[in-house]
């Protein structure tokens, strides 16, 4: 009976590893996702095991306040959505955009960007979507644009 009450309970606490974990040490730096007013989810690679999602979606941004941003915060969802990286010379973040269409049919799409963050820094990503294309970008505290790559969806 034991076995019966634990296995559910093991699982559950399981379930908080399948996002993306901040680290709580080390040089970090900050990464804040925003979007075109676009649902979507941030992604961070965590070498080894893929790209994981940030507790965190993006959610298009609420018309009122109140009980609607009382909702969001509940299913986890944000217009804006800041997380915690390590810093790496090929650090990957991406967002992931999956919506379905009134035919039931899905319009996807995935963008990457590898980039060296600084001790410290503090990131703005852009999500955008329009036109059934996906485009990312980064910019450090300042508003300049930083030096970062598109890069392949594989998170090595």
């Given at each position: 009976?034991?076995?019966?009450?634990?296995?559910?309970?093991?699982?559950?606490?399981?379930?908080?590893?399948?996002?993306?974990?901040?680290?709580?040490?080390?040089?970090?730096?900050?990464?804040?996702?925003?979007?075109?007013?676009?649902?979507?989810?941030?992604?961070?690679?965590?070498?080894?095991?893929?790209f994981k999602s940030t507790e965190?979606?993006?959610?298009?941004?609420?018309?009122?306040?109140?009980?609607?941003?009382?909702?969001?915060?509940?299913?986890?969802?944000?217009?804006?959505?800041?997380?915690?990286?390590?810093?790496?010379?090929?650090?990957?973040?991406?967002?992931?955009?999956?919506?379905?269409?009134?035919?039931?049919?899905?319009?996807?799409?995935?963008?990457?960007?590898?980039?060296?963050?600084?001790?410290?820094?503090?990131?703005?990503?852009?999500?955008?979507?329009?036109?059934?294309?996906?485009?990312?970008?980064?910019?450090?505290?300042?508003?300049?644009?930083?030096?970062?790559?598109?890069?392949?969806?594989?998170?090595?």
């Amino acid at each position: 009976m034991k076995a019966l009450i634990l296995a559910p309970l093991a699982l559950l606490a399981g379930c908080q590893h399948l996002n993306y974990q901040p680290p709580t040490s080390g040089d970090t730096a900050q990464v804040t996702f925003t979007s075109n007013n676009t649902a979507a989810q941030p992604v961070v690679c965590v070498p080894g095991k893929g790209f994981k999602s940030t507790e965190y979606a993006l959610s298009q941004n609420p018309v009122s306040g109140g009980a609607l941003d009382d909702l969001l915060k509940t299913m986890k969802k944000s217009p804006q959505v800041t997380t915690t990286v390590d810093i790496a010379p090929a650090t990957r973040i991406g967002v992931i955009y999956n919506r379905r269409q009134a035919d039931n049919s899905r319009d996807r799409c995935k963008v990457a960007l590898q980039f060296a963050p600084q001790a410290g820094g503090d990131y703005q990503a852009h999500f955008v979507h329009e036109n059934g294309q996906c485009g990312l970008s980064l910019k450090d505290a300042s508003g300049a644009s930083v030096d970062a790559v598109l890069t392949d969806w594989q998170c090595p």
